[in-house]
């Protein structure tokens, strides 16, 4: 038998849309520039050590005073070690690509929980995405938006929204029957029934996904940098090339730092939801 | 009137209901259709209806199709065939808005584990019916609040479900089925997870709400105590289908077969029989005009030693002991009136037996059993009532 040119057919499938749909690519590529660079503009007009403060209060707010006063160390650490700027970058890609894929993946989440055929469609799908080497998106994602920001959001998005659209449709499936079965025995439409009872009683599963999403787009942002994505992720890459032990090692540790605020904040979020079901 | 009728009703889960509905119409059991064509059968051949305002109980072990059929009649399960008609109206074929509409209105439904929504506080949980259809927030939470005083809950308002005790969370689901008013409450083994205590004030709790409110009810258990305190018709199910239908008393004293005999073997038969259903006919009776004469050749007759006297309206005058008619005789008296002993133990038909009890110990005479306007509808003797309490199946016992 033959060999099968499956290989050559994405290929293919690949120039047909970078040809055709070059105008789509374009809109799309404009719009996560001017969404990253928001975020960044917001965040860098501010000094560094108002952010800082502001952070502490809001982070004690969310969480409690220790992991306020982590955040606080851990931001300034990151000041100090002249990254400012860097993590700034970092920051905004992950949040515009946490936020993506959390726009996408919820609705998704939900269908699969909804929908026996979208489970089955879906969950091989997401398999793949998440099995497949995060540098095989990354021809692709250079092809399709050059190079720079939005084809590190792409990889990212595509990494990163497995774990939301897993645990959403995991978090809803899990709603006790009887109270589905409640919400029903009182003539609720499908959409009270899903807004009311099923998403309320979902969300610590479903913040346990936006949790991991933070997390993974995060450990995304050192292989977006070599598509040009910036931030700390080019700190490391530098290292890396440079054999330079220093900067390599002073871009991941604020890359740690930013993970545990991100994953302790966002914890403490879904732990202030949890409910009892007994 | 009818408020709900029952018709031909058959569920069965599976991919191809239609093949076992052919073997059901052949007459094969259960088992044997789950073997050959791989369906299960839910319930099937179900009649009954409801009167408006009664409380109809659906009994049976676990797995016999009871809470299926509940779930039928609000179609949360969607019967395979068969009619079910609420007010006139078959529900079977309702499009799904007359269903959502039926059950926001006119259905409402309490579930064994409660299946309160644990994210929002007892009141906002009371006033879910009315918030999905629309209703302001301060009106539904008025409402809310007014039928959780009515089921006992006043003061706990704000407070999460979790932080309830069993019973009290129970209130909740009843409060929640209460608020949108609706003529017919649904209630799955209701009172079962509750510990016996509470099943028993909830139980009374709800048999007074019942007069207060009026409401059809439909309630499933398999707790026979339970299902004959509060039916006022019981509908006893085995293996899918319905296998009797009567009052409590009916099932008690005329099990149709050998399956519900053994289900009422263990029954305290003291608190369900009446003693409308252990007395004797009011026979012989001597009425008050007969005179002393009369009632001694009764006596005499019957073999008995004393006799009940009643008026022309059949009315319970009092006793006549034989001695005292005698004595009458020979002294050529010709009125009871003088003999007649009014002071005599008597009960209503509907006494439960474990009342009877102590009244029939305390006396020498038979007690008399009285309608509600007086007149006498029957007579207790010890044997009477200890027949009652042992007979199984035969009415003439």
Same mark, same amino acid.
């Given at each position: 038998?033959?060999?099968?040119?499956?290989?050559?057919?994405?290929?293919?499938?690949?120039?047909?849309?970078?040809?055709?749909?070059?105008?789509?690519?374009?809109?799309?590529?404009?719009?996560?520039?001017?969404?990253?660079?928001?975020?960044?503009?917001?965040?860098?007009?501010?000094?560094?050590?108002?952010?800082?403060?502001?952070?502490?209060?809001?982070?004690?707010?969310?969480?409690?005073?220790?992991?306020?006063?982590?955040?606080?160390?851990?931001?300034?650490?990151?000041?100090?070690?002249?990254?400012?700027?860097?993590?700034?970058?970092?920051?905004?890609?992950?949040?515009?690509?946490?936020?993506?894929?959390?726009?996408?993946?919820?609705?998704?989440?939900?269908?699969?929980?909804?929908?026996?055929?979208?489970?089955?469609?879906?969950?091989?799908?997401?398999?793949?995405?998440?099995?497949?080497? %995060?540098?095989?998106?990354?021809?692709? %994602?250079?092809?399709?938006?050059?190079?720079?920001?939005?084809?590190?959001?792409?990889?990212?998005?595509?990494? %990163?929204?497995?774990?939301?659209?897993?645990?959403?449709?995991?978090?809803?499936?899990?709603?006790?029957?009887?109270?589905?079965?409640?919400?029903? %025995?009182?003539?609720?439409?499908?959409?009270?029934?899903?807004?009311?009872?099923?998403?309320?009683?979902?969300?610590?599963?479903?913040?346990?996904?936006?949790?991991?999403?933070?997390?993974?787009?995060?450990?995304?942002?050192?292989?977006?940098?070599?598509?040009?994505?910036?931030?700390?992720?080019?700190?490391?890459?530098?290292?890396?090339?440079?054999?330079?032990?220093?900067?390599?090692?002073?871009?991941?540790?604020?890359?740690?730092?930013?993970?545990?605020?991100?994953?302790?904040?966002?914890?403490?979020?879904?732990?202030?939801?949890?409910?009892?079901?007994? | 009137?009818?408020?709900?009728?029952?018709?031909?009703?058959?569920?069965?889960?599976?991919?191809?209901?239609?093949?076992?509905?052919?073997?059901?119409?052949?007459?094969?059991?259960?088992?044997?259709?789950?073997?050959?064509?791989?369906?299960?059968?839910?319930?099937?051949?179900?009649?009954?209806?409801?009167?408006?305002?009664?409380?109809?109980?659906?009994?049976?072990?676990?797995?016999?199709?009871?809470?299926?059929?509940?779930?039928?009649?609000?179609?949360?399960?969607?019967?395979?065939?068969?009619?079910?008609?609420? @007010?006139?109206?078959?529900?079977?074929?309702?499009?799904?808005?007359?269903?959502?509409?039926?059950?926001?209105?006119?259905?409402?439904?309490?579930?064994?584990?409660?299946?309160?929504?644990?994210?929002?506080?007892?009141?906002?949980?009371?006033?879910?019916?009315?918030?999905?259809?629309?209703?302001?927030?301060?009106?539904?939470?008025?409402?809310?609040?007014?039928?959780?005083?009515?089921?006992?809950?006043?003061?706990?308002?704000?407070?999460?479900?979790?932080?309830?005790?069993?019973?009290?969370?129970?209130?909740?689901?009843?409060?929640?089925?209460?608020?949108?008013?609706?003529?017919?409450?649904?209630?799955?083994?209701?009172?079962?997870?509750?510990?016996?205590?509470?099943?028993?004030?909830?139980?009374?709790?709800?048999?007074?709400?019942?007069?207060?409110?009026?409401?059809?009810?439909?309630?499933?258990?398999?707790?026979?105590?339970?299902?004959?305190?509060?039916?006022?018709?019981?509908?006893?199910?085995?293996?899918?289908?319905?296998?009797?239908?009567?009052?409590?008393?009916?099932?008690?004293?005329?099990?149709?077969?050998?399956?519900?005999?053994?289900?009422?073997?263990?029954?305290?038969?003291?608190?369900?029989?009446?003693?409308?259903?252990?007395?004797?006919?009011?026979?012989?009776?001597?009425?008050?005009?007969?005179?002393?004469?009369?009632?001694?050749?009764?006596?005499?007759?019957?073999?008995?030693?004393?006799?009940?006297?009643?008026?022309?309206?059949?009315?319970?005058?009092?006793?006549?002991?034989?001695? @005292?008619?005698?004595?009458?005789?020979?002294?050529?008296?010709?009125?009871?009136?003088?003999?007649?002993?009014?002071?005599?133990?008597?009960?209503?038909?509907?006494?439960?037996?474990?009342?009877?009890?102590?009244?029939?110990?305390?006396?020498?005479?038979?007690?008399?059993?009285?309608?509600? @306007?007086?007149?006498?509808?029957?007579?207790?003797?010890?044997?009477?009532?200890?027949?009652?309490?042992?007979?199984?199946?035969?009415?003439?016992?």
């Amino acid at each position: 038998m033959p060999k099968l040119p499956i290989g050559l057919w994405v290929d293919q499938v690949v120039s047909w849309a970078q040809v055709h749909l070059e105008w789509l690519f374009d809109f799309i590529s404009r719009a996560i520039e001017i969404l990253v660079t928001g975020i960044e503009t917001a965040f860098l007009t501010v000094s560094p050590l108002i952010i800082i403060i502001i952070m502490f209060i809001l982070v004690w707010f969310i969480a409690n005073r220790k992991i306020a006063i982590g955040t606080a160390i851990g931001l300034y650490l990151i000041y100090n070690m002249r990254l400012w700027e860097s993590s700034v970058e970092t920051l905004a890609l992950v949040l515009a690509s946490t936020a993506l894929a959390l726009l996408l993946g919820i609705p998704l989440g939900i269908l699969t929980a909804r929908s026996d055929l979208a489970h089955k469609l879906i969950m091989p799908l997401l398999d793949f995405m998440q099995t497949m080497p %995060a540098f095989v998106y990354l021809i692709p %994602a250079v092809l399709f938006f050059g190079l720079g920001q939005a084809p590190g959001l792409f990889a990212t998005v595509v990494f %990163a929204m497995p774990p939301t659209i897993r645990l959403t449709g995991l978090g809803i499936r899990q709603v006790p029957v009887e109270l589905v079965e409640a919400s029903d %025995a009182f003539g609720s439409t499908e959409w009270q029934k899903l807004t009311r009872v099923q998403v309320p009683l979902a969300l610590p599963t479903i913040m346990a996904g936006v949790n991991q999403c933070i997390m993974l787009s995060l450990s995304m942002v050192v292989i977006a940098a070599m598509i040009g994505a910036g931030g700390l992720g080019f700190e490391v890459l530098t290292g890396i090339s440079r054999l330079d032990i220093a900067k390599g090692f002073e871009g991941g540790l604020a890359i740690v730092i930013m993970a545990v605020i991100l994953d302790r904040v966002t914890q403490s979020l879904s732990e202030k939801r949890k409910i009892n079901f007994k | 009137m009818d408020k709900i009728i029952v018709k031909d009703l058959v569920k069965i889960f599976g991919d191809h209901p239609e093949k076992a509905v052919k073997l059901l119409k052949k007459g094969c059991a259960k088992g044997e259709i789950l073997k050959k064509v791989n369906q299960t059968v839910g319930i099937y051949d179900i009649n009954f209806s409801v009167s408006e305002g009664e409380i109809f109980v659906l009994m049976g072990l676990s797995g016999c199709g009871k809470s299926t059929l509940l779930r039928c009649i609000n179609r949360l399960i969607e019967p395979t065939s068969g009619a079910i008609t609420i @007010d006139g109206e078959d529900i079977t074929s309702a499009a799904p808005q007359v269903i959502r509409e039926m059950r926001r209105k006119k259905i409402s439904m309490v579930f064994q584990c409660f299946a309160l929504f644990p994210h929002r506080t007892v009141l906002d949980n009371a006033a879910y019916g009315l918030e999905i259809q629309g209703v302001p927030t301060a009106q539904r939470r008025e409402r809310a609040a007014q039928v959780l005083e009515t089921v006992g809950l006043k003061g706990w308002e704000n407070s999460m479900p979790q932080q309830l005790s069993g019973g009290m969370q129970q209130r909740v689901g009843l409060a929640r089925a209460l608020t949108n008013n609706p003529d017919i409450l649904l209630m799955d083994e209701a009172f079962s997870a509750l510990d016996p205590l509470i099943r028993k004030s909830m139980q009374d709790e709800l048999l007074s709400l019942h007069n207060a409110l009026n409401k059809t009810i439909i309630f499933v258990t398999h707790d026979l105590d339970e299902a004959l305190k509060i039916g006022d018709h019981i509908a006893l199910m085995n293996n899918g289908t319905i296998v009797q239908i009567g009052t409590a008393e009916d099932i008690l004293t005329n099990p149709v077969n050998g399956y519900v005999e053994k289900f009422v073997e263990d029954v305290d038969r003291t608190k369900v029989l009446t003693a409308e259903g252990v007395m004797k006919p009011p026979d012989p009776v001597v009425f008050f005009k007969d005179g002393p004469r009369v009632a001694l050749r009764l006596m005499r007759e019957h073999g008995i030693s004393s006799i009940f006297a009643v008026t022309r309206e059949r009315r319970l005058a009092g006793i006549v002991q034989a001695e @005292d008619a005698l004595q009458a005789v020979k002294e050529h008296r010709e009125e009871l009136k003088n003999i007649i002993i009014e002071d005599v133990p008597r009960v209503s038909v509907d006494t439960p037996v474990i009342d009877i009890i102590p009244v029939i110990a305390d006396t020498k005479f038979p007690v008399a059993v009285t309608q509600d @306007d007086g007149k006498l509808a029957g007579i207790l003797v010890k044997g009477s009532v200890l027949a009652g309490m042992v007979r199984k199946g035969d009415n003439n016992a």
